[in-house]
């Protein structure tokens, strides 16, 4: 079985700070994903990162796909209040899903 | 991007009765799949929603306590039976289109058991 292994499970960060969310796994992926989960809604996608090495930016956001494309991290410079969230990271066939971080930016 | 109508968008429901979920997707896509979440939580893989035949259940889940049809490319329900307070959570129906693995959400459904 396929698994993704996501640290931290929470964080709570003053507004300004920077921080990075990390996804592993034992296995290589053709690709994976970051979603991002506000309450009473479902996950939307953020970024699909394919090639090893790949550095993908969304504004203050920058993913990183591991040079074996067995991990990944999210990096939130200046983190806002706007940011506060589930961040989910997602890999294979059927999409499986790791544990998830709850991220709360404090104003 | 696919739209997706998930529906109801919440219910409580008396333990043993059952609840049928319903996901309406604007576009024909290649797969479907039911996901359960808890609160806060991340999302646990119930099934994949098969077109025309039996969906593939996830080890844990069953075809007796989970039914789901898929009668076309854009239409799937889920069925939750002989409900149990155990089974109070949120219900997500996702998409792929095409080839690639990119997954689009409907709102979820969130069901309490009492």
């Known amino acids: 079985t396929q698994l993704l292994e996501q640290s931290p499970q929470f964080l709570s960060i003053q507004e300004g700070e920077n921080l990075t969310v990390y996804c592993n796994s034992s296995s290589v992926f053709s690709s994976l994903q970051w979603y991002r989960q506000e309450p009473g809604e479902g996950p939307v996608l953020l970024v699909t990162v394919v090639t090893g090495g790949e550095v993908k930016k969304l504004k203050r956001l920058t993913f990183q796909f591991g040079d074996a494309r067995k991990d990944s991290s999210l990096h939130i410079t200046a983190a806002q209040p706007g940011d506060t969230g589930l961040y989910l990271c997602?890999?294979?066939?059927?999409?499986?899903f790791g544990q998830g971080t709850e991220l709360s930016v404090k104003p | 991007s696919a739209v997706i109508s998930q529906k109801p968008s919440r219910d409580i429901c008396q333990r043993g009765t059952s609840l049928t979920i319903q996901c309406q997707v604007d576009s024909q896509v290649t797969m479907m799949f039911w996901y359960r979440q808890q609160p806060g939580q991340s999302l646990t893989l119930i099934a994949t929603?098969?077109?025309?035949?039996?969906?593939?259940?996830e080890s844990g889940f069953v075809i007796d306590k989970f039914p789901i049809s898929r009668p076309n490319l854009t239409f799937s329900t889920l069925t939750v039976s002989n409900m149990s307070p155990e089974d109070s959570s949120i219900y997500l129906c996702?998409?792929?289109?095409?080839?690639?693995?990119?997954?689009?959400f409907g709102q979820g459904t969130r069901l309490t058991v009492v």
């Open positions: 997602a890999a294979g066939g059927k999409l499986i």
């Open positions: 929603a098969n077109q025309g035949s039996e969906a593939t259940y």
């Open positions: 996702s998409v792929i289109e095409g080839l690639v693995t990119e997954a689009f």
